[in-house]
Structure formats: structure tokens, C-alpha cells
């Protein structure tokens, strides 16, 4: 079997998600995302951030009065213990259990971990294997 090439950060400039309670999903979203040293900025806007996910209340301007319904987005994760420790934060934080850590058979590395967030959308913590990267991120200064 060749290698698989995977190419991250180039397709998303951002997702959003429109959430009936900011606060729960702010407090779940902070603890599971900082088991991935993703770090969450408040805007005070009625929305938060974490580095391309925007998370809206119902009634934020950019949501337009519309839940934007159940969503799967999967995060990547350095190692398994860390899907393990995003898996654990998840469920003490108000995350529902959607499939325990573990290998998955879309090819032979992949052990993920699926949570079921306050709205129901499916959030998922990835490790794919030791991967190199050619950059930690991308930065856009405007």
C-alpha cells in the first residue's frame, strides 16, 4: 500500500456554529479544546473563537435567528493520550458519549474519540499517526 498524503489547514477559512446556549457551549468547548492546546477567545459579541471555529449564540448578528443544526468536525490531536484526555474532559463538561477512544478501521492509525456536544453535533478528537508538519499554522495579518 502507498503512503497516504494528507494536506491540512488550506481548505476552511472558518466554520461556524449557531448554538441554542453560548455559555454551556463556551464551557464545553474550552475544556475539550484545551486538551488540544487549542486555546477559545471570548468577543463578547455573542460569539467566540477558537482558532477557524466561530461559535454564535441564536441571537448574534452573524446568525441570523437560525441553528445551523447537527455538524460532525473533527480536531486533530498529537498523540492517543490526548484523544483519550479530550474524550474524558468532554464528558465531565456536558459532552454525551458517541464513541469511545479507540482505532477506526479508515486506515490503520486512526484512533479517534466522538462526543455529542450541548447541541448534539458530533465532535470528534483525531490522531492519524506520527505526521511532520511544514508549518504550525497558517498566520494572516490584515
Known sequence: MSPIRLQRG????????????????????RAVLGELGIAVTDTGAGCFFADELVVS????????GVLTGR????FQAKDRATVDAFHRTALAHGGRDNGAPGLRPYHPAYYAAFVLDPDGNN???VYQGEARR?????????
Open 10 to 29: 488550506r481548505l476552511f477559512d472558518h466554520v461556524q456554529l449557531v448554538v441554542r446556549d453560548l455559555a454551556a457551549s463556551a464551557e464545553f468547548y
Open 134 to 142: 511544514s508549518a504550525p499554522s497558517v498566520v494572516i495579518e490584515i
Open 57 to 64: 449564540a441564536l441571537d448574534s448578528p452573524t446568525a441570523s
Open 123 to 125: 465532535i470528534e478528537a
Open 71 to 74: 455538524q460532525h468536525l473533527a
